[in-house]
């Protein structure tokens, strides 16, 4: 993808007051806009501490301008950035001189967008700065952390590496038939898809985790009116979110919050059940808790054990459960002398008795056992596409030893690389890249 070689600006710092503000300006005149607005020469990586002026010479503010020479930059072209202080006014002043100078407004992650197109970061890493900067838990920032240093992007072109190395003896294969190499192609080759398979599925695992902990888990509360659905919810985000009432179908609309549990952040939705409506507004009410039901990726079932449920229903409840489903009954504070299998997932939302074991139910269901020591962040899109790799490695696997089949070998291999190299950037379309970088906050 190419892009427009000009000079951009933009205040990187989040609006509002602070101590320090920074305007980023990086682009071929970048250098030439910082010696106008201080009137000092720039030295490369070298904090100085000037005066910036207007167009008219009077001093807008006192800072640190620093130079960074491209390629030796974030983005790789020539970079300053002025430190000042970080009023919305002082900030808005400068922005508007490096404007004025020949500089442009940057858009939304144009920075680390030229940054990826400069070789500087791939495409991992890139997302990884927004996933970052909008971390909602310690671990969620440490896997961040890691993508950006490469973590997740080394493994993915390891992967890469072996599978690369066995496309080329195929495709030799496949356009030199009289060299007798096909034949060569036979149990070492299929041995070598096999091990690639195992590198993709523990990729994947990684990759399912990192998403877990990097972008949340989606957990929609389900099951009948006044099972105890929002009372569950307060008592997962440990403040009042939802209404609770006596009364049967208080909760209408789908209320979301977010709550941290073991280091995961979960998307709580509180819906309002299914059940058979009464009016236009439940009805509504219902088919959007279906709907959410169907997104979810954990859906938790709330049966109000209170309710003469005997222990057949509760088997067949568990019997038929969705793989996705885990059955909570609630309100076991109100059962005397009816035992319970220790099997199933009860809790008093009430009394709390419960709700530490089935915090620990939730992360176990999501397969998340490293307590988030090596994990990376990672994002749909990248599980997506080692699926996809998958798919076409197995379906490569079936064409090892048929004779004829060479050209459907090599095809399914370069389609499993095509989809690996679309998680870097090695190849992306300009639609995705617009959509990644688009939803970076300005100045980064």
């Known amino acids: 993808m190419a892009y427009i070689k000009d000079t951009i600006a933009a205040i990187a710092t989040p609006p509002g007051k602070g101590g320090v503000g920074i305007v980023r300006i990086s682009g071929p005149v970048a250098v030439r806009i910082g010696k106008e607005i201080s009137k000092r020469e720039t030295e490369h990586r070298v904090a100085t501490l000037v005066s910036f002026y207007d167009d008219r010479g ?9 130079c960074f020479q491209g390629p030796h930059s974030f983005t790789g072209e020539d970079l300053i950035e002025l430190q000042g202080h970080g009023g919305p006014v002082v900030m808005d002043l400068l922005l508007k001189r490096a404007i004025q100078l020949g500089a442009r407004q940057a858009g939304p992650g144009e920075f680390s967008q030229r940054a990826f197109l400069n070789n500087k970061i791939d495409l991992v890493q890139a997302e990884a700065i927004a996933d970052l900067i909008n971390s909602s838990s310690e671990q969620a920032a440490l896997g961040s952390m890691r993508s950006l240093q490469g973590d997740f992007s080394n493994q993915i072109n390891s992967t890469l590496k072996k599978l690369v190395q066995l496309r080329v003896l195929v495709e030799a294969a496949a356009d030199f038939p009289e060299d007798g190499i096909e034949a060569e192609i036979n149990k070492d080759e299929k041995e070598k898809l096999k091990y690639l398979l195992n590198q993709l599925d523990q990729l994947l695992e990684g990759a399912k985790e990192g998403h877990a902990f990097s972008q949340g888990v989606s957990l929609v509360l389900t099951g009948k009116p006044n099972a105890g659905k929002s009372s569950l919810m307060n008592a997962l985000c440990k403040r009042d979110v939802s209404i609770v009432t006596e009364i049967p179908g208080t909760t209408r609309d789908v209320v979301r919050e977010d709550a941290i549990i073991e280091g995961v952040t979960f998307r709580i939705l509180d819906t309002a059940g299914t059940r058979h409506a009464k009016n236009k507004i439940e009805a509504e009410g219902v088919k959007r808790a279906l709907k959410e039901v169907e997104r979810a990726d954990i859906v938790l079932n709330l049966v109000d054990v209170s309710e003469n449920i005997e222990l057949e229903m509760m088997e067949e409840l568990e019997k038929n459960k969705r793989a996705k489903e885990i059955v909570v009954y609630n309100k076991v504070d109100l059962l005397h002398k009816k035992s319970i299998p220790s099997s199933f997932q009860c809790v008093s939302v009430k009394t709390g008795d419960g709700l530490q074991k089935l915090k620990r139910r939730l992360i176990k269901e999501l397969g998340v056992l490293s307590g988030g020591d090596s994990i990376f962040s990672a994002r749909r899109r990248h ?61 980064k």
């Open 58 to 66: 009077r001093t807008i503010d006192q800072g640190l301008l620093i």
């Open 383 to 443: 599980i997506t596409a080692i699926e996809q790799a998958r798919i076409h490695i197995l379906e490569a696997t079936g064409f090892i030893g048929i004779e004829n089949q060479i050209d459907l070998l090599a095809e399914e291999l370069r389609l499993a690389q095509l989809a690996l190299d679309s998680i870097t950037g090695t190849f992306t379309s300009d639609d995705l890249l617009g959509e990644i970088f688009n939803n970076f906050c300005i100045g």
